[in-house]
């Protein structure tokens, strides 16, 4: 088989060819039809994460070992499957769940692998889906695309899980006002999503006006583009000087995290997702005076999947693919991503 993989920080990616793998008992074999490509396999790519004040979190600190495949949003169809794999045979079409735990943890017990203490995610701590063929190594975290664009589904498995979420814990005090900050791969599934499941106005804050018009047409009430100064002013006036209900920042650095508590109301819920990083300093009485609710949301787990999957089916969200790339393209296709070119999600067609 051959995979586009990440050979070490920043290095360009290699196309390398390797013996195509033989499921054995619970595995399958897919030959994938398609891959997301994700701002994380960006992160992945460059090492780790921005901790702010020069440091910095290394991804092999965290468990990764180059070389390493990326791609966790896998859609393929079946190809061949192990001795003791049930409900799934050759010729399916499937989403793949990629956030595998240990199976152990109290997190994994109560279904939330994405959740695992010790994660064996594909396409991160194991290999992905930038390859013709990628081995799942249990049938249980397939789930049948019946009829979903096979592009459009793979964004399920992270951006819209994620973003799913996101807004489902934003939406616990039942907000007036929602402000998505960052209307990229995540941000844009964050603004269908909050209009299908939430009765709040949506504002959405980004630095590019082309990717605003876009959050409109998918249904934002309002835009703001937060190169303007007056950002802050210009949304508090919009929430009738009390301020945002619920914030989800899908980038979640420095500029947007001191937004998001500038204009976070009373009794407020900040959900934090984007793993741009850095630090900021807190005014910590503002906490307890506001009584703001501060948590951070990774990702979903299968059984959010399967809903979202459903939700697409009937058309209630529509993920926006843009662009396609071929395998040996990869790199131009994390370039593009990079440089902010890409509206919506990219996939890769191997
Ligand atoms: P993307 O590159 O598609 O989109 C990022 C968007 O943020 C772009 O539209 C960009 O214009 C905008 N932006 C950047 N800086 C900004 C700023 N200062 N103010 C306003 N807008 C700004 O990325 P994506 O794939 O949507 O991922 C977003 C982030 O979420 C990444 O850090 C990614 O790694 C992370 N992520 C988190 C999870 C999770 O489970 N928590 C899952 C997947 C991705
Ligand atoms: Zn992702």
Same mark, same amino acid.
């Given at each position: ?104 943890? *109290?997190?994994? @017990?109560?279904?939330?692998?994405? /959740? ?7 396409? $991160?701590?194991?290999? &992905? =889906? ?124 420095? *500029?947007?995290? @001191?937004?998001?508590?500038?204009? /976070? ?7 934090? $997702?984007?793993?741009? &990083? =850095? ?72």
């Amino acid at each position: 088989m051959k995979s586009a993989r990440i050979t070490g920080p920043n290095e360009p990616l290699a196309v390398s060819e390797t013996e195509t793998p033989k499921p054995q008992g619970n595995q399958v074999l897919v030959k994938v039809n398609s891959v997301g490509v994700c701002h994380s396999d960006l992160h992945l790519w460059e090492g780790g994460y921005d901790l702010g004040d020069g440091q910095f979190m290394k991804v092999t600190d965290r468990g990764v070992k180059y070389p390493v495949t990326p791609g966790h949003e896998i859609v393929g169809t079946v190809e061949d499957i192990g001795d003791t794999v049930s409900g799934i045979s050759k010729g399916d079409q499937v989403l793949v769940f990629p956030w595998i735990g240990c199976g152990e943890c *109290p997190a994994c @017990k109560v279904q939330n692998e994405n /959740l695992c203490d010790t994660p064996k995610s594909m396409g $991160v701590f194991q290999d &992905g =889906g930038y390859s013709d063929y990628a081995l799942i190594p249990n049938f249980k975290y397939l789930a049948k695309l019946d009829g979903v664009d096979p592009d459009s589904a793979t964004s399920l498995a992270c951006s819209g899980l994620t973003a799913y979420t996101a807004i489902k814990k934003a939406n616990q005090n039942s907000p007036e006002f929602l402000v998505i900050v960052g209307a990229g791969g995540l941000g844009l599934m964050g603004v269908q999503i909050a209009k299908a499941i939430t009765d709040a106005k949506i504002i959405c804050v980004d630095l590019d006006d082309q990717k605003l018009d876009t959050a409109k047409e998918m249904g934002a009430h309002f835009t703001v583009n937060s190169k303007d100064p007056e950002t802050a002013q210009k949304i508090m006036s919009i929430c009738n000087d009390k301020g945002a209900d619920s914030v989800v920042d899908f980038v979640n650095a420095p *500029p947007t995290a @001191k937004l998001d508590f500038a204009i /976070l109301r009373k009794r407020g819920n900040l959900v934090l $997702v984007g793993l741009f &990083g =850095g630090s900021i300093e807190l005014s910590l009485v503002t906490i307890p005076l506001k009584s703001i609710i501060v948590q951070g949301a990774y990702t979903g787990n299968y059984n959010d999947m399967v809903e979202l999957l459903d939700l697409a089916r009937k058309g209630t969200i529509n993920p926006v693919i843009s662009k396609r790339y071929s395998l040996d393209e990869a790199n131009t296709a994390l370039e593009d991503l990079k440089a902010r070119k890409i509206i919506g999600r990219a996939v890769i067609n191997p």
